[in-house]
């Protein structure tokens, strides 16, 4: 489920950012923006279909670790877009700056887009074991270190973003500035290629996930099935895929996708390893047992809270 949401966001993503490229070049070409090859109902199909869908096919999602390489470059690229135009944009001030509401109710609507931008409980195993003389302690060096970099860039984009463009800011900063911002649409290129690279990874990861429970279902009534045949894999990823193209054709607000994708990670970080620590509080240890108790809690409510108010 977690990651047929990032499919659907996705999909949203290389959309919206295709418009404004798209927006620019017609542009550029006849001076008129509002041709129906620039709707998004009609982008988000035309880039899937040739650019997402022959991807994920490929058997071998090593073929995509230079992804996360172009991903880093890109973010950091981002970022300092939006600082620069920040102090471009001198003769715009917004008329007013929109504060977070500060409460219990209000903290936790804004959780599940913090637990999706810092959930790395998926990659924290093969990360350890891609380290030279792993340890712990170089562990612990590398997730602080990665935390810093990766709060540092959220914070700036944030801050320069609000500080841009007030309360008309977006949940997807990049639709704010305009289709002939050079700065912004080398961005917009950016984050699409980064985006699309990254869904063939999502699919074979959901495309496994669900050919094991299937596997499993089947055992639950005495019946032996061969894992990932070539027959289940094809029905599996066309129906993934065709599915999560719908969805995000039909939705319209990135920010939806963004909270449902941010409940469901506020699962993996905060139910998942408050169940380790309550496991590991069957020794007698009282301060692992409360601290799952308290991760548990706050996980399953977020993700409740979330589908509700969302």
């Not at 709707?39 to 994920?56: C, H």
């Not at 039909?250 to 620590?277: D, N, R």
């Not at 009282?286 to 548990?296: D, N, P, Q």
């Amino acid at each position: 489920l977690y990651f047929f949401t990032l499919a659907c966001a996705t999909h949203i993503t290389m959309g919206d950012q295709a418009v404004k490229i798209c927006e620019l070049a017609d542009g550029v070409m006849s001076g008129d923006d509002s041709h129906w090859y620039c709707n998004r109902q009609f982008l988000i199909p035309v880039g899937s279909m040739t650019l997402i869908f022959p991807l994920i096919w490929v058997r071998n999602i090593s073929t995509f670790s230079y992804v996360s390489v172009f991903s880093v470059f890109a973010v950091f690229y981002i970022v300092a877009a939006i600082i620069i135009d920040y102090f471009k944009l001198d003769n715009y001030v917004p008329d007013e700056i929109l504060m977070p509401d500060i409460g219990v109710l209000p903290i936790m609507q804004y959780l599940p887009v913090f637990t999706l931008g810092f959930q790395c409980h998926m990659t924290s195993v093969p990360l350890y074991y891609e380290l030279h003389n792993r340890s712990v302690s170089k562990y612990t060096v590398v997730i602080l270190v990665t935390s810093f970099l990766v709060f540092t860039c959220y914070a700036l984009a944030g801050i320069f973003g609000l500080m841009t463009w007030g309360v008309d800011v977006q949940p997807d900063v990049l639709l704010d500035y305009s289709s002939k911002d050079g700065l912004m649409t080398i961005a917009r290129g950016a984050i699409s290629v980064s985006v699309i690279g990254s869904y063939p990874i999502f699919a074979f990861l959901g495309r496994g996930a669900v050919d094991d429970t299937i596997v499993q279902i089947a055992e639950k009534f005495n019946r032996r099935l061969e894992r990932n045949t070539e027959l289940r894999r094809v029905i599996i990823l066309f129906v993934w895929h065709f599915l999560a193209l719908t969805i995000a054709v039909l939705t319209s607000s990135f920010g939806t996708v963004l909270q449902l994708v941010g409940s469901i990670a506020a699962l993996f970080m905060l139910f998942f390893p408050g169940y380790m620590a309550w496991i590991e509080s069957r020794n007698g240890n009282w301060g692992y047992r409360v601290t799952g108790v308290v991760f548990m809690v706050m996980g399953v409510f977020t993700f409740i809270w979330t589908i509700v108010y969302t």
